[in-house]
């Protein structure tokens, strides 16, 4: 088992642009989530999925921000237009049911 | 990872030393508890869960508590190891299948 995967592992990019993270759960898990862990706010829940569907945006900062899961084994979190508050460890997760999550190892993001 | 707050509490043991970190949650409803292990430049690690029908759970080395009275969590670890040396998350879950994490405590382990 590889575990959940996500890439890039770092990502520079200037302000303004459009950034794309992607990220392929465990393979038989149907929950996908986004976090995003920042030094002042520590670990927060972006986005998460059951069987594809989005169930909660609610952390979704603002309308910059969009995630898709076009099948069970893929998604896509996407910030168009980058700004460099948005800098951060962006965590991909994956579960089975109500069970612990499984997190990828990060991306890391920086926007100049 | 991100994970060096400005005010993250911090618990420094020697080697050998049993270690307990603690957590407060903030929802009496919450009904399902992990602790997760995030060492530097990695994500967060499953470690143990307990379900609030319980109190008392156990791991290899870790022990995890639950006082739902008093809505207080604790991970305690035997005979700490400096690969135990890491930022320690509790985080519950809330409603469906949100999990909130908490602000994390950093584990330093020293000879």
């Known amino acids: 088992d590889a575990g959940v995967i996500q890439s890039p592992r770092h990502e520079v990019t200037e302000m303004g642009q459009e950034v794309t993270l992607r990220c392929k759960p465990i393979s038989g898990h149907d929950y996908l989530f986004w976090y995003r862990q920042t030094m002042m706010r520590g670990l927060e829940l972006l986005i998460y999925f059951n069987n594809n569907v989005p169930i909660d945006d609610s952390g979704m900062p603002e309308d910059r921000f969009s995630a898709k899961m076009p099948n069970a084994s893929f998604s896509t979190l996407k910030i168009q237009p980058s700004e460099p508050r948005d800098s951060a460890v962006y965590f991909c997760a994956s579960s089975l049911a109500l069970g612990a999550r499984d997190f990828g190892p990060g991306t890391r993001l920086t926007v100049t | 990872g991100e994970n060096v707050g400005l005010h993250l509490p911090t618990l420094s043991v020697q080697e050998g030393d049993n270690s307990i970190i603690n957590c407060a949650y903030s929802?009496?409803?919450?009904?399902?508890f992990i602790w997760y292990k995030q060492e530097s430049g990695k994500g967060p690690q499953f470690i143990i869960d307990i379900r609030s029908n319980m109190d008392k759970r156990q791991g290899q080395r870790v022990t995890v508590l639950l006082n739902k009275t008093v809505k207080h969590l604790s991970l305690q670890i035997a005979a700490t190891q400096p690969g135990d040396s890491a930022v320690y998350f509790c985080a519950e879950k809330i409603s469906g299948d949100k999990l909130i994490f908490g602000t994390g405590t950093r584990l330093q382990v020293f000879p």
């Open positions: 929802n009496s409803a919450s009904d399902y």
